[in-house]
């Protein structure tokens, strides 16, 4: 760590290379987004949806695995209230009752003496699927249309508005990008669900931490030094909140790296989505978000 008690690491000159890196992940995520399209979970597109009641607490995750074979794809399955009442939800397109035959055959199978129920059946319509992913699109243009007048007012400066937006929409193309393009060969799932939605807005907060960190610094940094160089101030102020960005990012990612591991299948998409966001969030604060102030900065004064 000894790097980060007076680095001086040139991070306005290595911009190019930045945009260069940021511009082929962006580019590789829209080719993935367009041509594989988005890959939806069974909130998100409808699907049947069964509880079952066990005479005994069974496990999920062994339910789930003896499932995704005859149901064709990996259903959700969680408990539903009590230990012994379980939801499970799948987009089969078979008959409602086909597919809860299949169910009750594998579970039979599965656990034997431990007779199971079904109390409740019902169809996740598209309509409300439709509703839903409508929903969460609004949610993620709503935070980040208040992200940009959060900032325009406390910094008084459109050009911090705008590379916090910009930063921040690239974090979470890139993480769209990533899970649209690997989800069919990922060994866990990479559907995009509500889950995986509250995990983008996650990275949306913690992108926002660390670029407003930054532009506190450059902020003070502009007051005590009005004859340095722009360029110059803002990498000073960059350098001076490394140690700090740095040892977030490190205990943050180590905190749902454990999560990935230990959390069990249900969580390993949500906590992978924060594991890459964690580190694209820390490079657009470092890269993509100060450049962007510095560059529209100077085109402003050229105008």
Do not use: C
Not at 57 to 65: C, K
Not at 107 to 119: C, D, R, S
Not at 218 to 242: A, H
Request: charged content about 20%.
């Amino acid at each position: 760590m000894r790097w980060f008690e007076t680095p001086d690491f040139n991070f306005i000159k290595a911009h190019k290379i930045g945009y260069v890196i940021s511009g082929i992940l962006l580019v590789a995520a829209l080719i993935g987004i367009f041509t594989k399209g988005l890959q939806y979970g069974i909130d998100f597109k409808g699907g049947k949806e069964f509880v079952l009641e066990f005479d005994e607490p069974i496990e999920v995750v062994e339910l789930r695995s003896a499932l995704s074979e005859p149901l064709g794809s990996t259903p959700v399955v969680k408990r539903f209230g009590s230990p012994q009442d379980v939801l499970i939800r799948t987009d089969n397109p078979g008959e409602i009752s086909e597919v809860q035959n299949t169910i009750l055959e594998v579970v039979n199978q599965q656990y034997g003496q431990n007779k199971a129920t079904v109390i409740k059946t019902d169809i996740v319509g598209a309509r409300f699927a439709e509703d839903l992913k409508r929903g969460a699109m609004n949610a993620i243009i709503f935070a980040l249309v208040v992200i940009f007048i959060y900032i325009l007012i406390r910094f008084k400066n459109w050009t911090f508005s705008a590379g916090a937006v910009a930063a921040l929409f690239h974090d979470v193309l890139i993480v769209v990008g990533v899970f649209t393009i690997f989800g069919e060969i990922a060994p866990f799932s990479m559907q995009i669900d509500q889950a995986i939605i509250a995990a983008f807005l996650t990275i949306v907060g913690y992108s926002l931490n660390d670029t407003v960190v930054v532009f506190d610094r450059i902020r003070e940094n502009s007051l005590l030094y009005k004859t340095m160089d722009y360029d110059k101030m803002v990498n000073k102020s960059l350098n001076d909140t490394l140690s700090r960005t740095v040892i977030t990012s490190v205990t943050t990612l180590f905190v749902v790296t454990v999560l990935f591991i230990f959390g069990g299948e249900v969580l390993k998409g949500f906590s992978f989505a924060l594991m890459l966001g964690v580190i694209i969030g820390t490079y657009s604060s470092l890269f993509v978000a100060s450049s962007m102030v510095v560059e529209l900065k100077r085109r402003k004064e050229n105008a």
